[in-house]
């Protein structure tokens, strides 16, 4: 079956750094990979998405790149903020239609 | 409101009792996923229903979990003979399953076998 690792586990990053989420996977068949963002005792919520025909996708400080050669994407935050702090979840759209979702990356932004 | 919601919001048990999760979805959205996360893991897939029909069961779910959606509405998930590693978060999403699309994920049910 489809399978998701993300990395890294935890990152630590000052106001106003970037912050780089990596996954890959295993399905070359998979075409849809969205990102998902859970506050701490809240839901997971979508931030962004791509999809396989396009290399790179940007929503004001968010950004989504992907490699399907490679089998791999990445989340870039830019411009962080101590709002941006949650858990972070790639995911991939696996055979059937259902969503396989990575470990999770708890990101913090120091003030 | 009318995002997906899910009852009850917490659950205590005690081991071998059964209990059951109710999921209301979106009121037009014809996918239903249950998902389990346990502390510092992603959601874990565990099944979903486009309409009332049931199209997965993860190979890790054990017999003493069932999920139904009898009229492709509203879901209810099952757990029997309650262990302690039943001890997560049950996640319910819903989607409209027109293609590839986002999740609308409850608040979700926790449930504690002690």
């Known amino acids: 079956g489809e399978n998701v690792e993300q990395h890294p586990s935890t990152l630590s990053v000052q106001e106003g750094d970037s912050a780089v989420i990596k996954c890959t996977y295993s399905?070359?068949?998979?075409?849809?990979f969205p990102w998902y963002k859970q506050e701490l005792g809240k839901r997971p919520q979508l931030i962004i998405d791509i999809r396989s025909n396009v290399g790179e996708k940007k929503d004001q400080r968010i950004a989504v790149t992907l490699n399907k050669t490679a089998k791999h994407f990445s989340l870039h935050i830019t411009e962080t903020q101590p709002e941006d702090s949650a858990v972070y979840f790639c995911?991939?759209?696996?055979?059937?239609?259902?969503?396989?979702f990575g470990q999770g990356t708890e990101l913090s932004v120091k003030p | 409101d009318t995002g997906v919601s899910q009852d009850p919001r917490h659950k205590i048990t005690k081991r071998g009792q059964n209990v059951t999760f109710r999921c209301d979805p979106i009121s037009e959205h014809n996918r239903l996923y249950w998902y389990r996360q346990t502390l510092g893991q992603g959601p874990e897939f565990l099944t979903y229903f486009q309409n009332e029909a049931q199209l997965e069961k993860s190979r890790l779910l054990s017999d003493r979990f069932s999920a139904e959606r009898p009229k492709g509405s509203f879901s209810t998930l099952e757990i029997q003979r309650t262990e302690q590693g039943d001890s997560a978060m049950y996640l319910c999403a819903s989607s409209s399953g027109q293609g590839p699309g986002e999740l609308f994920f409850g608040e979700g049910s926790r449930l504690t076998v002690l």
């Open positions: 399905d070359s068949a998979s075409n849809y």
């Open positions: 995911a991939v759209l696996g055979w059937g239609g259902k969503l396989i």
